[in-house]
């Protein structure tokens, strides 16, 4: 079985091995399958734009004519130099047309085939992980540390830092797809281009996604009692373009579930244990804001503040032209109650 394992993987792409010709590229990250496909097809041809050293295929293609793939990879160059296959599977089966040729590897073309999340027991994976003259990459959901290091990589190509809290603010917003993180990155970094450092209010100007980052600095500031940072996190989400009205639902489902939480504790349970046992999972570094909430109010408290956040929110529908202040208030209100335990 040839499977790189990732501490192989990017040593592979970067200067792919000529006894293995044949590369297969999957995974749930279809923008990490791509990247690394086209780093492969730049190590291996002179030019990837020469239609006489790059060929592309579609699994189409391939369905209907198995044996293509193998005249493609068998087929001299017309000018010379180096030549490979760029195959996209798609949905569909391409195994017959890829079994004929591991059963007959080219000598002097790279062919390289991105596919999508492949099962284990999938026959087009079963045949390049069985064969020595084929190898399996699998491309899985960035981590913390694949997005750290992604940001990093990013920075200093645009000779830039980033401060701490925007980093940490940053990471929870890309992950899922690389190239969708990268277009994350590089636009973030050409605003702020000539700054010399990417801060916070960098982050939530730009980045999609960044009004919910906003939502939930405001949220979780103003049930934790942080009076100053509930002011300040209601100013960025304005920043960000985040309406009051959404403010107000925020508010209205993380005290939802503040409630639902705090019941638990009630019954017994830690504060420690609720925040970690709660789904979908909380992030790691909102947890000390959701213990201190939990900490600060009585599941009979949250339901009288569900009262008022609820008629804040119906405010804010009623006077459009007032509901930035309403909100605001609503906000400082809670944050403040929170503060004083009362």
């Not at 540390?145 to 990013?154: A, H, K, M, N």
């Not at 980033?162 to 690389?178: E, K, N, Q, T, V």
């Not at 939530?204 to 960044?210: F, K, T, Y």
């Not at 009262?307 to 906000?331: F, G, K, S, T, Y």
């Amino acid at each position: 079985m040839v499977a790189l394992k990732t501490a192989e993987i990017e040593k592979f792409v970067a200067r792919p091995d000529a006894a293995r010709p044949v590369v297969l590229i999957f995974g749930a990250d279809a923008g990490l399958v791509r990247e690394r496909a086209e780093k492969i097809i730049r190590a291996s041809v002179d030019n990837p734009d020469d239609p006489f050293s790059l060929v592309r295929l579609e699994g189409e293609d391939l369905s209907s004519d198995a044996g293509r793939l193998v005249d493609e990879a068998n087929t001299i160059p017309l000018f010379g130099g180096k030549r490979a296959v760029w195959v996209k599977a798609g949905g569909r089966n391409i195994a017959p047309a890829v079994e004929a040729l591991l059963a007959s590897p080219p000598n002097d073309c790279r062919v390289v085939i991105e596919a999508g999340d492949l099962k284990k027991t999938a026959p087009l994976r079963s045949l390049c992980e069985r064969s020595k003259s084929a190898v399996a990459i699998p491309c899985y959901v960035d981590g913390e540390r694949e997005i750290s290091r992604l940001i990093d990589e990013e920075m200093q190509a645009a000779s830039l830092s980033i401060s701490p809290d925007a980093r940490a603010a940053l990471m929870p917003l890309l992950g899922g797809d690389r190239q969708g993180s990268r277009n994350e990155i590089r636009k973030l970094a050409l605003y702020a281009h000539g700054k010399g450092q990417v801060g916070l209010d960098d982050v939530v100007a730009v980045v999609s996604e960044a009004s919910a980052l906003a939502l939930d600095g405001v949220v979780d500031a103003m049930f934790a009692g942080r009076v100053a940072e509930a002011e300040s996190q209601f100013a960025k989400a304005h920043a960000a373009g985040t309406s009051s009205g959404s403010i107000m639902s925020a508010a209205l489902r993380q005290l939802s579930s503040l409630h639902k939480m705090r019941l638990s504790v009630e019954d017994g349970k830690s504060v420690g244990q609720v925040v970690e046992q709660v789904m979908p999972p909380i992030h790691f570094r909102r947890k000390p804001l959701f213990e201190a909430a939990l900490k600060v109010w009585t599941a009979e408290r949250l339901e009288r503040v569900m009262a008022q956040l609820a008629e804040a929110a119906l405010e804010v529908r009623r006077q459009p032209n007032l509901a930035d202040a309403i909100a605001h208030r609503a906000v400082l209100s809670i944050a403040s109650a929170a503060w004083r335990r009362d």
